[in-house]
């Protein structure tokens, strides 16, 4: 860990037994997309941020209010593989942490997780999709940090990527929830690199439905308006530009 990153809560909060959602943007933003639906379908309340003079500076604006860029909301939901989680956290930001900072990131987060009581850690990520692929054919693969978690995929019939490369905080964490024997998922979606996919983030919402029955997030609406989310995601990134450096270029996350 390193002095200049801070998790904040504004109020603190009992998160043992909780799902942990990290929802940092990737190919398609699909995980800023699906992140922001989960926190809204679930009502969950804003209890902290991450800090650091190194991430963006950005104050983000929801209704009337500004917060930091990276977020922490959490509410009491059952979740979980069996309802085993009775919370569940997010930790979601619009832009991409530096690179020279991922590392040390991705420990705090896995150390705070730890402190907390965190029960299983599930990543968000988006991955180019191959080819000219049918929007109603993109998949969604999974990697795991455990054999548990391995077992778990499985069981909800999740392809499992099995060679490749992932980049960024996503891919720190599994390898260091791996090392730490943390349960850890990273899922994966097929998605359009030169758009905000929205379709995109309602496949890994939907995914996300069927392993998490006590959530209930109902990905419809991300079907229905997945254009008019892109949009205002593609508006929310112009008006960033004038008063914030070009975001970095997303890389290719995976190759199988």
């Known amino acids: ?21 990290l929802a940092f943007p ?4 699909i995980s ?29 604006i929801h209704d009337g209010y500004p917060s930091p860029p990276v977020r922490i909301y959490a509410g009491k939901k059952a979740c979980g593989p069996h309802d085993s989680c009775d919370q569940i956290a997010v930790i979601m930001s619009e832009f991409i942490p530096p690179y ?7 420990d705090e987060i896995l150390s705070w997780a730890k402190e907390k ?22 998949q969604v693969y999974g990697v ?33 929830a791996a090392l730490l ?4 998922l990273c899922l994966l979606s097929e998605a359009h690199s030169d758009y905000p ?7 890994i919402i939907s995914k996300l439905d069927i392993m998490l029955p006590g959530i209930k997030i109902d990905a419809k609406p991300l079907y229905e308006e997945a254009e008019e989310i892109e949009q205002k995601i593609r508006k929310f990134l112009d008006q960033s530009k004038p008063t914030a450096p070009a975001l970095p270029p997303i890389p290719s996350n995976m190759y199988r």
């Open 181 to 184: 024997k943390q349960d850890a």
């Open 32 to 60: 800023s997309i699906a992140g922001h639906h989960i926190v809204q379908s679930l009502k969950l309340k804003e209890i902290g941020a991450i800090l650091s003079p190194q991430l963006m500076p950005t104050a983000v």
């Open 117 to 138: 009581g965190c029960r299983i850690i599930t990543a968000l990520e988006g991955t180019h999709k191959e080819g000219d692929v049918a929007e109603e054919s993109l």
């Open 197 to 203: 996919d929205a379709r995109a983030a309602a496949n």
């Open 26 to 29: 990737t190919v398609g933003l």
């Open 100 to 106: 020279e900072i991922m590392k040390p990131l991705a």
């Open 1 to 21: 860990m390193i002095s200049d990153i801070a998790i904040v809560e504004y109020k603190k909060a009992d998160l043992s037994n909780c799902l942990l959602v």
């Open 144 to 176: 795991a940090s455990t054999r548990s978690m391995k077992e778990l995929m499985k069981k909800y019939d999740i392809p499992e990527t099995t060679e490749g490369m992932i980049t960024g905080l996503n891919g720190v964490i599994l390898y260091s």
